[in-house]
C-alpha cells in the first residue's frame, strides 16, 4: 500500500491504530492524525522541530536555499522579505491578470471544445494556472515556454515522490531519475536566469520579480541571483501545480453531486450577472469559496507533512521523542477524521461556512496551506486565482464528466486523478446561451 498510494496506507493506519502510533520498518516515524497534535507540531516548528528530514532533504536538491526548505536564520530573513509580497491587499494587484488569463482560456475553449468535444480538464487546469504564474512572476509571462515548464515540472514531480531507499536515491548515484533531475534543474536554471538578465536590461515591471531583484534583506543586501533563481523555481513548482490539482478536483465533485452545482451557478449568477468578474464580487462570493474549501478538504493538493525532532526533550502525544525522530501527518487522513467531520466522505460545502456549527472542529482539523509560522505563504494568492477562476468557469460553462473518464486518486509530491479528468462543456451564460 506504502508504495502504491501512501495516501490509503496512511490513513488505513489511523482507522486501525488511533490519532497517535510509532510505526517501525523500512522507514520509522510517529503518526499523528488529531488536531491537537497537528496544532503542537505546525506551531513548535523552529522550536522543537524543523524540516530537516530524509524526505525534505530530496526536495532541498530540487529548491536549494529557498523558503520552501530553508531554516533557522536563512528561513527567518527570507520570509521576514516575502511575506509583504503576499499580504491580503498586495495580492490584488494580480487580480486583472488572472481575470484576463481566465477568461482568454475560455474563448479558446469555445472555438476548441465546441460539439461536446472530450478534453481533459486536468490538462487545462495546469495550463491555466501555469499562465496566471507566469504573469504574476513576469509581467510578459512565459506561454511560449510553457510547454518545458510543465515538463520539467512533471520530471521533478517524479524524482520527488520516489521513495528516498538508500544508495540508489542517493544524488551522486548514477541512476536515470537523478540524471534526468540534474539536466532538468540546470535547464530551469539556466532559463530563468535569461529572465532575469533579461528583466535587468529592460527595467522594473510590476510584477514578482521586480519586487525580488529590487528586495533588500534588513542589512542592505539584495538577494543573489541563485537567492532569486531558487526563490521563482518555488513560486512556480509550488504555486501553480497545486491550484491546478485542486481546481482539478472541483469539477471532479460538482459533477458528482449536482444540486451543490446549481446552488453554485445561482450565486454566481446572482452575484457577478453577466459579467465580466470584478474585485468587488469576490468577498459575494461566499458558497463559490466554501466549494473550494471543501474541495481542499477531500482532495488536499499537497496532502503530506513531515518534520524532524531538534531536541531530546520534546514530549508529544504523552510520549518522549529522541532527537532525529520523523513526525508525520497527512492532511487526507486528518481532514476526514470522524470525530470533527460529520460524514467525513461526504462533499458538503455548506460545512465550510462560517457560521455552521455542524462540525465541533478546531482550525487544525482543516489545513490545506499549513499552519503555524509555516504557514504557506501564497494563501492570498492562491484563494484568489482559485475564486476567480471556478466563478469564471461556472459563469460561461456547464462542466460535465464524460462517461469514458477513468477516476482513480494517485497521491505522489501532491494529490491529484491519475487520469485525468474528462470532461465536456455546455455553453449556459446568458450572453452566450448556445449549446457548445
Known sequence: MLAGNPAYFFRTLTQQFGDFLHYRGLFSFYLVNHPSLVKQVLMETHRSYDKNTILYKRLTRVFGNGL?????????????????????????????????????????????????KVFNIATEMEQLTLRIAGEALFSEGFTQHA???????????????????????????????????????????????????????SGSQNDLLSILLEAKYEDGQPLTDLEVREQILGMI?????????????????????????????????????????????????????????????????????????????????????????????????????????????????????????????????????????????????????LVVVVAEICRRFHVTVAKENKHQMAAKMTMFPKFGVKAQLQRRSQHDNAAC
Open 147 to 201: 510547454d518545458r515548464i510543465a515538463q520539467w515540472n512533471h520530471r521533478i514531480n517524479f524524482y520527488c515522490a520516489k521513495p528516498p531507499l538508500p544508495i540508489i536515491r542517493d544524488f551522486w548515484f548514477p541512476s536515470t531519475v537523478n540524471r534526468r533531475l540534474k539536466a532538468t534543474l540546470r535547464e530551469f536554471h539556466q532559463f530563468i536566469g535569461e529572465m532575469i538578465d533579461k528583466r535587468r536590461s
Open 237 to 385: 513548482l509550488g504555486g501553480h501545480e497545486t491550484s491546478s490539482r485542486a481546481l482539478t478536483w472541483v469539477w471532479h465533485e460538482l459533477d458528482r453531486n449536482p444540486d451543490k452545482r446549481e446552488k453554485l451557478y445561482a450565486e454566481i449568477d446572482t452575484v457577478i450577472g453577466d459579467g465580466p468578474i470584478t474585485l468587488d464580487h469576490l468577498p459575494r462570493l461566499r458558497y463559490t469559496k466554501m466549494v473550494i474549501d471543501e474541495c481542499m478538504r477531500l482532495h488536499p493538493p499537497f496532502w503530506f507533512e513531515n518534520r524532524n525532532v531538534m531536541h531530546d526533550d520534546v514530549q508529544l502525544g504523552g510520549r518522549r521523542l529522541a532527537k532525529g525522530s520523523l513526525v508525520i501527518f497527512t492532511r487526507y487522513a486528518l481532514h476526514r477524521h470522524p470525530e470533527f467531520w460529520n460524514n467525513p466522505d461526504a462533499f458538503v460545502p455548506e460545512r465550510q461556512d462560517p457560521d455552521q456549527p455542524e462540525n465541533k472542529r478546531s482550525v487544525y482539523a482543516q489545513v490545506p496551506f499549513g499552519g503555524g509560522p509555516r504557514i504557506c505563504s501564497g494563501i492570498n494568492f492562491a484563494i484568489m486565482e
Open 68 to 116: 520552501v526548505v530553508s531554516e533557522g536564520d536563512d528561513w527567518k530573513r527570507q520570509r521576514k522579505m516575502m511575506q509583504p509580497m503576499f499580504g491580503p491587499i498586495t495580492v490584488h494587484r494580480f487580480f486583472d491578470s488572472m481575470a484576463h488569463a481566465t477568461s482568454q482560456t475560455l474563448d479558446r475553449w469555445s472555438n476548441e471544445f465546441s460539439g461536446q
